[in-house]
């Protein structure tokens, strides 16, 4: 029997930031700060370890791999072998990759670091070799590690001929601590070479022709920028006096500079194909969370069991976690004013506007506001309370099960860190909050996702994480692993049951827990994309698994994929009203819910295994299993028990052997577009 394989269709939406090995701390932090705000939000940028890049399926959805900072020996003992090897691939075959300072050295074919001093000699050919040549350092003298003392504004002269996209100035100064210059840069033209930006100032070292500062490289089917300096270091991100007198000097210049370097960057982005936001972003500030019921006395008996976490300090009462501080308010004592109170001394700022600079977020005071009523639509314009609990209360009667917990007490946030920080990583706080309590936001600002992946959460996202508090004498009939299952059947189940005619909508699940969507831009070639992901995390308390449920829907945005809304107007026609976050929040929810009430009762039983594949892509997809000696096999499903894989090993003709592998998610990679299984070492 012929069976086809789905046809997904992996966007690139990350960029990855190595933040292992060899790194420093500082050169991560502006990496994140400065690409974020040039590329939100058509990317998520996020930090990865040595480990995720060797062993994670990364590559077909990573638009960019940037290398920061730090000492490029770290990254040889952490990337030699395996990990440069995808690295080289995934450039080759397409993909991107930046290297700043350090990683502009690691990504040459030789590095000649401080040559003859034998405190910081480092002189060896590298695995990369994006620039065939060598970058030798420092470019300018009085290099320490871990120390402004060889810091600089360094003036570069920008090669505008080879960055014809946009705004692009003729010369810059750009922070600068220990990088290199790439030696004889313009005579490897012909092997794909281009100079981006020089050094104007007197070099340290031998150049050789030309005095090369950043070069782009093309590498196969992709391309690499390497640099000396340090154009993602922003001025408002140093430290005036971390250095002396001098050094504040050297701040303002960049200061005076930062346009320019902003286009200098946008300009090399775009040259190596990425999408660049057209205005800097900004990372809005928090906002206050609002807490509310649909009835409620259920507030007030949250708030009761609060009491015994709540410390006071005059007037103000507190609630202090591990992760987060929150200040308990009342409507009528909550203000824009009080907000900016609580925000420490580098971060403030004119309400309404953003912080400028990398923010401590957890550092920041949250305001929490407990509301005797529903919130109006003056407090919260972008979440309309009274909307939510009407749709929810609707939705509940129609269940089944009798849903009438999932969503019948949340906290919204207009602009939040997380929702699955707010809940997860407070557990005092977590420990409190009812069955179903759910926490919803319209933006966050430091999301959160599993391995490699992030959800990018831009505007008209449905973010959302809710409380399962899952009984211990449940694990063996219901184990809590399926949870994660369950909350994606939701999804699809709560779109499909949105309204009337909404069944028809092509979304589907991709194991173990993603949701895909039939792209609307190449519907005809049968190409999924994804529009859902969830995060589950679970901790063991008091004779039960609290798990926090985190769930991303690309609901009414357009970007980075595509949206419930665009399926909609493409499958279902112009006449479908299209999808609000409330009602859809209040849909999934009940839904959820109705799943989990049936789940404790009978298990993960037939029925559910069927309704399951009902909605699965994957069910006789032939795959290559990697660390199996390249066996192929062909899935069966998974099993009732524990949610693991089935592999059926195929023979010659492609007929089964008789052998099947069971198949962990947490242990094992899955690439299904390109149908790889990779075991984990």
């Known amino acids: 029997m012929t069976t086809a394989t789905p046809n997904l269709t992996g966007k690139k939406v990350n960029v990855l ?22 590329l939100a939000p058509h990317y998520a940028v996020i930090p990865v370890t040595a480990d995720m890049l060797i062993k994670e399926p990364w590559t077909l959805t990573c638009a960019l791999l940037v290398i920061p900072g730090g000492a490029d020996l770290g990254y040889c003992r952490a990337l030699n072998g395996p990990g440069n090897r995808r690295i080289e691939q995934f450039v080759r075959r397409g993909g991107a990759y930046l290297g700043f300072c350090a990683g502009g050295y690691y990504g040459c074919k030789r590095c000649e670091f401080e040559v003859g001093d034998k405190t910081y000699e480092v002189v060896g050919d590298r695995e990369l070799a994006f620039f065939p040549g060598i970058c030798r350092g420092c470019a300018f003298p009085g290099f320490v590690y871990h120390s402004e003392a060889g810091a600089r504004a360094a003036e570069l002269k920008v090669s505008k001929d080879a960055l014809n996209a946009g705004i692009v100035p003729e010369s810059f100064r750009s922070y600068y601590n220990g990088g290199g210059v790439f030696v004889d840069a313009p005579t490897y033209a012909d092997k794909g070479v281009e100079v981006l930006a020089s050094y104007a100032e007197e070099l340290n070292v031998d150049p050789g022709s030309g005095a090369a500062a950043v070069v782009y490289c093309k590498v196969g089917e992709g391309a690499a920028v390497l640099t000396g300096p340090h154009p993602e270091f922003a001025a408002v991100n140093l430290d005036r006096k971390a250095g002396g007198a001098e050094y504040g000097k050297l701040v303002d210049a960049l200061a005076a500079d930062d346009t320019s370097r902003t286009d200098f960057l946008k300009a090399c982005l775009t040259k190596l194909g990425l999408q660049v936001a057209q205005n800097t972003t900004t990372v809005p500030s928090l906002s206050s969370l609002h807490m509310s019921s649909l009835d409620p006395a259920n507030t007030s008996e949250i708030l009761s069991s609060f009491q015994e976490l709540i410390t006071t300090d005059g007037e103000e009462q507190f609630l202090k976690d591990e992760n987060d501080t929150f200040r308990i308010e009342k409507p009528e004592a909550w203000n824009m004013e009080s907000l900016q109170e609580t925000l420490p001394d580098d971060t403030k700022d004119e309400p309404g506007q953003a912080p400028e600079g990398i923010v401590d977020y957890n550092a920041i005071i949250k305001h929490l506001v407990i509301h005797d009523d529903v919130p109006s639509s003056k407090i919260t314009p972008y979440f309309n309370h009274h909307a939510f609990y009407s749709n ?95 909350a994606a059947m939701a999804v699809v189940q709560g779109v499909k049951s949105y309204d009337k005619g909404f069944d028809k909508l092509p979304i589907k699940l991709k194991w173990p827990n993603d949701v895909y969507a039939l792209d609307p831009e190449n519907s005809e070639k049968g190409r999924y994309t994804k529009i859902c992901g969830n995060l589950v995390n679970s901790h063991y308390s008091g004779g039960e698994y609290i798990s926090v449920v985190g769930i991303g829907v690309n609901a009414t945005n357009a970007s980075p994929t595509t949206s419930l809304n665009a399926l909609a107007a493409h499958f279902l026609g112009d006449r479908t009203a299209p999808f609000t976050l409330e009602k859809l929040l209040a849909r999934i929810l009940t839904t959820f819910e109705e799943l989990y009430t049936r789940f404790l009762r009978t298990g993960f039983d037939k029925g559910f295994e069927d309704m399951y594949y009902s909605d699965w892509l994957h069910m006789h997809q032939i795959v290559t299993l990697e660390e199996e000696g390249g066996a192929r096999a062909r899935i069966k499903g998974i099993t009732r028990d524990y949610g693991l894989l089935l592999a059926e090993e195929l023979g010659w003709n492609d007929r089964p052997t008789g052998r099947v592998w069971q198949l962990q998610s947490d242990s094992n990679s899955f690439d299904f577009l390109r149908g790889l299984v990779r075991r984990k070492v």
């Open 17 to 38: 930031v190595y933040s292992g090995n060899g790194t420093t701390v500082d050169s991560v932090r502006h990496c994140l700060y400065t690409l974020r705000r040039l």
């Open 392 to 486: 929810l209360r609707e939705y509940q009667i129609q269940q089944r099960e009798g849903a009438a917990e999932f969503g019948s007490s949340i906290v919204y946030g207009e602009v939040v860190t997380s929702t699955n920080t707010i809940l997860e990583k407070n557990p005092k706080l977590l420990r409190k909050l009812p069955h179903g309590f759910t926490a919803t936001a319209t933006t966050q600002v430091a999301g959160r996702g599993r391995g490699s992946n992030i959800w990018v959460s831009p505007a008209g996202s449905l973010i959302f994480s809710t409380v399962v508090r899952h009984p211990m004498e449940k694990m063996q009939s219901a184990p809590v692993v399926f949870i994660q299952y369950l």
